[in-house]
């Protein structure tokens, strides 16, 4: 935090505060707040995330019947607005690579529900992504995901979709 102002520092950024590659999470509000798409999804996978864009952590209000409704809300889903976050933890630290692989367990896990999506040639919403990024954390108390719509985004009940190529 620099002036009360929260920073991302990208992997490859700079260690001192002026150098101008880092990312001024207030001025990115601003910026995807103006984004005229239907259907906005950010995923950050980044230390001290949380719920910088302000928003209540879904993942704390779901259960298994709301995972099950995908099929039911699918055309709602597309049809309304949808804006939405998913960071890899919240106001601490989080793991940089899954064992074994080059990449996050949150990115891993991403990957793995695209792949598994794709294979099974069905779509895949942010809700259920979010939910098996959760659960890659079980058990893991010093990270916890949060997937949450921002406030001042003006979410509009949808949900993004991921659609395999094939369909």
């Known amino acids: 935090v620099k002036a009360e102002q929260a920073y991302w520092v990208p992997k ?18 601003i910026y995807l707040t103006e984004i005229k798409a239907h259907h906005l999804a950010v995923m950050v996978d980044s230390c001290y995330v949380g ?6 952590n879904i993942l704390d209000l779901t259960d298994n019947d709301d995972r099950q409704s995908f099929n039911e809300n699918l055309e709602d889903n597309l049809n309304l607005r949808a804006r939405s976050v998913l960071s890899s933890g919240s106001t601490g630290r989080v793991s940089d690579t899954a064992p074994n692989s080059e990449n996050s367990i949150f990115a891993l896990t991403f990957l793995n529900v695209l792949k598994a999506s ?7 919403n942010m809700m259920n992504v979010a939910s098996n990024v959760r659960r890659a954390f079980v058990g893991n108390f010093n990270q916890k ?8 985004w003006v979410h509009g009940g949808g ?3 991921f ?5």
């Open 12 to 29: 490859d950024g700079s260690l001192e505060w002026g150098n101008g590659d880092w990312i001024n999470v207030h001025e990115l509000n």
């Open 145 to 152: 995901p949060y997937y949450y719509h921002p406030d001042t």
């Open 159 to 161: 949900d993004f979709i």
């Open 163 to 167: 659609i395999p190529k094939k369909n």
């Open 51 to 56: 719920g910088k864009f302000k928003g209540t």
């Open 118 to 124: 794709e294979q099974m040639s069905s779509p895949v």
